[in-house]
């Protein structure tokens, strides 16, 4: 069976930082051109996840399918260079070097079949970053930082963007752009995977959501189907 060149499909992936046992067993899927969101508490395995998937957790099992292909034994650099983008919480630009430089670092060449960014396009999508970019990293806000590691992400050209925690700490005003620009790669045809503990940002951009709790996924389903279950949503979501 040829699978869409964005899917991602997850099953019996565990997870360990030495003798702790993160994920247990967590398996899931993000179909083609979808925004789906891993929800769960601080400490729920959401970030382990994300990480795990990328193949930084030296010791994790399972298997992870990108675009048809197992990619769980390769290295994080080979998951990257076959169209898997990752956004880190704690964001990792380059303080000393500008908008435009940063952007430059995550360039690699067009793929079939895939959206192509340019700087030009992640202005527009972005265009706090259009009005700063010989503006050095280290002297912008949370905000204009998160939207920069979003933006150099994409010019890596991925099918499928991982992003950590990408509402975490920012004011609603820059939520409110974050979200738009969520909904704007997905109408590129970019599929999304987030960890999210704002269920309000959630309800703005995802198709699906499945919910984390302890390093096991304990629901999946559509939004309008977690609203059915308030039970389900107070248990494993509420502060």
């Known amino acids: 069976m040829t699978l869409p060149v964005s899917s991602l499909q997850i099953s019996g992936l565990n997870a360990w930082y030495g003798p702790a046992h993160i994920l247990s ?8 051109g979808e925004v789906v969101a891993l929800l769960g ?34 290295p994080p650099y080979a998951i990257a260079r076959r169209g898997l983008g990752y956004v ?8 000393e070097l500008t908008v ?8 690699q060449p067009p793929r079939p079949g895939v959206a192509t960014w340019r700087p030009e396009q992640l202005y527009a999508l972005f265009p706090n970053l259009g009005e700063m970019r010989r503006r050095q990293g280290g002297r912008m806000s949370g905000g204009e930082q998160q939207m920069l590691t979003i933006a150099r992400t994409l010019m890596g050209n991925p099918s499928l963007v991982l992003l950590d925690e990408p509402s975490e700490g920012l004011a609603p005003r820059i939520v409110e752009q974050m979200a738009d620009a969520i909904l704007a790669m997905r109408q590129q045809g970019l599929s999304v995977l987030l960890s999210e503990q704002n269920l309000h940002f959630a309800r703005l951009i995802a198709n699906r959501v499945h919910i984390i709790e302890k390093g096991r996924i304990r629901f999946s389903g559509t939004l309008a189907e977690l609203e059915a279950q308030p039970d389900v949503r107070d248990a494993y979501l509420a502060v």
Do not use: Q
Not at 25 to 32: H, K, P
Not at 88 to 95: A, G, L, Q
């Open 25 to 32: 067993d967590v398996a899931f899927d993000v179909g083609a």
């Open 41 to 74: 508490r601080n400490g729920a395995g959401k970030s382990t996840t994300l990480r795990a998937i990328m193949g930084l957790v030296p010791r994790r099992t399972g298997t992870v399918v990108f675009a048809g292909e197992d990619i769980s034994a390769l």
């Open 88 to 95: 880190p919480e704690d964001r990792r630009i380059f303080t």
């Open 100 to 107: 435009e430089e940063n952007l430059e670092v995550g360039r």
